[in-house]
Structures are given as structure tokens and as C-alpha cells.
């Protein structure tokens, strides 16, 4: 399986926490939401009774392997770069013919029963195992994302004038006993982007990169973005292209 | 025997398959670890070292602790795992049958930084070891 | 009604390894709900692993171990295709099970 490395990967072989994030990653529940995906996307549902094995996440339709380590990137179909969970959602209402309201009506789980989109992110992140991240970068629109993503990375706003750089804007920062990388630089992008989505052990839930954007925004206490738009994608994208290159490992464990 | 009458050692033992689906309740319900090792009857164990636990040193989380354990005393046929600051103690209990190996990976919940004793029945004789782990408590994110 | 329970067994060396994973919130009875209640205990009590209807591995376990467990355990012998079957009962009665063959 690979070292899982936690937050920072350089932090990380220096780090008191090395070998309990690899125990913790070697013995992770993850399967559990992957099986469960795997259900998901084949299930018929909808106004059109489709099962999802037909969306096209960037490899042509149906194409799994490789499709999380390409995203986010540009969709012609859709004329706007999308992540993940954008473009499900993007499926979920073209292909299965759902309304948006319907499909985002429980986009985040719990500890007792996991969303479709967090059981689908598991399922397909694991089809990328071992492959380096390739988001778009070469279309217009992707270049674009990229410099919005990273224009909201900087950007101070909200009742304490946060910016994610408040939390990941230097090195050697910590939140009690969790590192708080310096995303814009790509050796520390890495490692983060490289195991997400993730079982989080505080939560004993599975969360995703639509999750940790939403909540990124609530802890700097600024309105959550809507789920699969343009910020959230705009950021991903950011993020990662910093991290591209690198092997993905996922879906992993999070304290 | 789960009554929590001391164990002899020369002493007959019930056949371990016919302790299939009972819970040692008070032993499970013991406070401190002495009572705990007690329930199990394994109250006079001799330390060694050739029952090996693997565990990180320091866990970011002690709601999810990783533990690999394994007996080398030959004729290992049980192992059970204590954690000694835990709220209750034992936290289990694994019977070995039939080419079964004692060896068992499992995490497990721990709400300090504690002693896991790993504790080894070997024909009714008993052997531990214990490791230290320190838990630390996580932050936001992540 | 229980959650999801997955297993592996594989056998390299003369050894069957098996991993299982199983949905059990595993809850110790001092944790609060959002409204500040506490809820009660639930969790697995026993586990047992038979290897061709044999029983080899007996569990007890209590709370404390971590909501989700995840075991591996290890028997000697046990050949491709051989059938493995792990179940589990918890404090309210509940059981689930799951079978694999060794791969």
C-alpha cells in the first residue's frame, strides 16, 4: 500500500506521528465506503432509471481507473472545469435525470451512515491508487480556475479577515498537535493532496475535498460555498496542480 | 472457569470451544487492571519477551490505536489485551483453535497515555508484556 | 439492518491471512449526543472466524475497542478456495456475518 503520510510529507519523516499514521492507514475501515460505492455507482436511479456507469469523469464514460488522479479539469459538455464531486453531480442530473436539489439533499455524512457522494469519492479515488496527480492544466478555463483558486487562496474576507493562508500561509504551524501546510508550496501540497478523500478517525466518517473546502470556510467563519461550484473547483484546482506529480495514495486515514 | 476462580495451572481447563459466545462480563467490567487480569485468570504472569506488540509510540488520536500482537511461547492459545488506564481495563480476549496462529492486529480505544499489557495463556500458564503508548490529543482539520 | 462488513482471506507461505472490516459504531456509553445525552453502550461482544466450519479464532472484545474494528488474524494452513466465515454478536443480540474463500 505505500506510506500514507499524514499531513506533511517532510514534516511527516521528522514527525513523532510517522509510524501511527502508517499503522492507522494499514488498518483503516476505508473498504467499507469503497464497497459501498461501488454499489452506488451501479445503482439505477432517477426520472431516467440509470445507473452512473456511464459518466464520463474525464477517461470517456465508465473509465474509472486513472479518472480522480485527471481531476479536476475542463468538461466541454458542461463548458467549466469540475471536481470530483461536481461532475457527479453534473451526472447525477444529466445522466440519471435528478434534480440538483435531490442529489444534494445529504451531501455529507456521518459516523452512521455515509453520503452517496462521500461512498462514490471512496470507490472512485481507489481506481487512482498509485497514479501521479494530472489535473488539467493546459485548456483556457483550467488556467483560469487555477488563478482563481489560487486569487481565494489569498483573498482576507469574513468577520476575523481570514484567508486560507492564515491556517496554511506559513511553515511550522500547528492547531494543537495537527501540522497546517503551506498548500501554495507544491512539496507540502503533495503529500496533502495525494490522500484525500479520507476515513477521519475523530469523526469515524468519511470525508472528501467538497467536505474539507466547506469546512475550511466555516472555520474561518465565512459562508460555506455551494456544493460543486465554481470556488470549491476553483481551489481544487490550485491545490491540485501544486500537488501534481504526485503518486496518489488514496483513499487514506486522517486523525 | 469464567467464573473468576483462580486458574491452576496443573488444573483441568474447559475445552476453549465451548466458551463460544459468552462474554466474560466481569472481567470486562473490572475497573483496574489487577481485577481485570484477575477475571481472566491471569493474575500471576510471569513478564516475557517473547510476546512482541507492535504500536506507535505516540498516537495522534487515542480514539483509533493500532495494535499488532503476537506470542512466540509455544502453545500460546489465547491472548488479551489490557490497556491499565483505560476507564475498564480488558479490552479483549482472543482464543486460538485449530492452527489458529496468536496473532491478532486490531485498533483499539485508549483515553490516556497508558501501559498496553498483552497478556498470553500458553497451557494455562501465563506470560506479558506490556508497551507504553502516549496519546496526545488532535487538533481541527485534516 | 447492520452496516456493511467486508473480509479478505489470502494465503501465501502456509499461512491464511484474514482481514476483516466491520460498521459498528462500537460506542462506550460515555459519549454525549448533540444534545448533550449520553449514548448508551452498543458494541460488538463476539467475534468468531471459522475456517471451514471450524471455529479457530473465539473474540471477546468490549467498547473499548474502535468504532469500525478492523482485525487480522492468522492461521496456519488453510488452501486457495477454502471457505472462511467471520460473524459477530453484540450487546443487544444483533449479529452479521460475512464469507469469503481464500484466495
Redesign the interface.
Known amino acids: 500500500m505505500g506510506l500514507a503520510l499524514g499531513a506533511s510529507g517532510l514534516l511527516a519523516q521528522k514527525s513523532p506521528y510517522a509510524d501511527y499514521q502508517r499503522m492507522t492507514a494499514e ?3 476505508v ?2 465506503y469503497e ?2 460505492g461501488e454499489e452506488a455507482w451501479k445503482k439505477r436511479a432517477g426520472p431516467k432509471n440509470v445507473s452512473l456507469e456511464q459518466c464520463d469523469l474525464g477517461q470517456g464514460p465508465g473509465v474509472l481507473k486513472g479518472a480522480y488522479a485527471g481531476l479536476p479539469r475542463y468538461f466541454a459538455d458542461a463548458d467549466r472545469v469540475m471536481d470530483l464531486e461536481a461532475r457527479l453531480l453534473h451526472c447525477m442530473t444529466t445522466l440519471q435525470g435528478r434534480s440538483r436539489e435531490e442529489a444534494t439533499k445529504r451531501v455529507f455524512g456521518n ?2 451512515l455515509a453520503s452517496e457522494m462521500e461512498v462514490l469519492s471512496a470507490y472512485i479515488a481507489r481506481q487512482s491508487n498509485g497514479m501521479p496527480l494530472k489535473p488539467g492544466t493546459s485548456h483556457p478555463k483550467e488556467k483560469a480556475a487555477y488563478a482563481l483558486g489560487q486569487k481565494l487562496f489569498y483573498h482576507r474576507a469574513g468577520p476575523w479577515d481570514f484567508s486560507c493562508t492564515s491556517c496554511h500561509g506559513e511553515e511550522g504551524k500547528r492547531i494543537r498537535m495537527s501540522e497546517l501546510p503551506p498548500l501554495a508550496k507544491p512539496e507540502y501540497a503533495r503529500p496533502v493532496m495525494a490522500t484525500w478523500p479520507a476515513y477521519r478517525v475523530s469523526t ?1 466518517s468519511f470525508v472528501t475535498l467538497q467536505w474539507r473546502m466547506n469546512d475550511c470556510y466555516r472555520q474561518m467563519r465565512m459562508p460555506e460555498p455551494n456544493f460543486g461550484s465554481e470556488v470549491p473547483a476553483a481551489l481544487l484546482t490550485f491545490l491540485t496542480v501544486n500537488a501534481a506529480g504526485e503518486t496518489y495514495r488514496g483513499p487514506a486515514i486522517k486523525r | 472457569m469464567l467464573a473468576g476462580a483462580g486458574v491452576v495451572a496443573a488444573g483441568l481447563l474447559a475445552p ?2 465451548a ?6 462480563k466481569e472481567a ?1 467490567g473490572a475497573k483496574s487492571a489487577a481485577d481485570a487480569l484477575k477475571g481472566i485468570g491471569a493474575a500471576d504472569s510471569a513478564p516475557s519477551q517473547d510476546i512482541v506488540i507492535e504500536a506507535p509510540e505516540i498516537a495522534e488520536n487515542g ?3 493500532p495494535i ?1 500482537i503476537t506470542s512466540n511461547v509455544p502453545g500460546t492459545r489465547s491472548l488479551a489485551v489490557v ?1 491499565e488506564k ?3 481495563p ?12 496468536p ?8 483515553g490516556e497515555t497508558s501501559d498496553v499489557r498483552v497478556v498470553a495463556d500458553a497451557g494455562g500458564k501465563h506470560y506479558s508484556a506490556s508497551k507504553n503508548i502516549k496519546i496526545t490529543i488532535g487538533g481541527c482539520g485534516g | 439492518m447492520a ?4 473480509m479478505r482471506a489470502t494465503s501465501q507461505g502456509g ?1 491464511t491471512e484474514i482481514r476483516v ?3 459498528h ?2 460506542e ?1 456509553g ?1 459519549r454525549k449526543d448533540p444534545e448533550g445525552k449520553l449514548v448508551p453502550v452498543h458494541f460488538i ?2 467475534v ?2 471459522k ?1 471451514n466450519g ?25 488452501a486457495k478456495g477454502d471457505k472462511v466465515e467471520v460473524s459477530w ?1 453484540d450487546n443487544h443480540g444483533d449479529t452479521n456475518q460475512t464469507e469469503a474463500a481464500v484466495a
Open positions: 488498518n483503516a475501515p473498504e467499507l464497497i459501498q459516523a452512521d469515524s | 476453549l470451544h466458551l463460544a459466545a459468552t462474554w466474560n470486562f480514539a483509533v490505536v499488532e490497556v483505560n476507564p475498564f480488558l479490552v479483549a480476549k482472543f482464543d486460538f483453535q485449530e492452527g489458529a496462529l496473532y491478532v492486529k486490531v485498533n483499539v480505544k485508549m | 452496516g456493511p462488513m467486508k499461512v472490516l466491520m460498521t459504531p462500537m462506550t460515555q461482544q463476539n468468531t472466524v475456517l471450524k471455529t479457530v479464532v473465539d473474540g471477546q472484545i468490549s467498547q473499548a475497542v474502535s468504532r469500525n474494528p478492523v482485525f487480522t488474524f492468522r492461521v496456519k494452513g488453510g454478536v
